[in-house]
């Protein structure tokens, strides 16, 4: 199965960082920054399906990178 890396950060958690606030609870402070992960998936498009439930848009989550390393 192809598997590719996927680079994922939160720009609401960027928007409190940034402005020197404290970063609610239920917010993950790492996705200040880019976090990288590989993902197995038949295809790009399963791929994009599975990042979108898993890291939601309204929740502020922001697909940065997505490359394919291997097949």
Known sequence: MPLFEVGIYNQIV???VRSGEEV???LNPK????????REATS????DAKLKREFKSTDGYVVEH???ISD
């Open 14 to 16: 960027r928007n409190f």
């Open 44 to 47: 790009r498009q399963v791929l």
């Open 31 to 38: 996705f200040d920054s880019t976090l990288y992960y590989s």
């Open 66 to 68: 997505i490359e394919k």
């Open 24 to 26: 609610p609870a239920h």
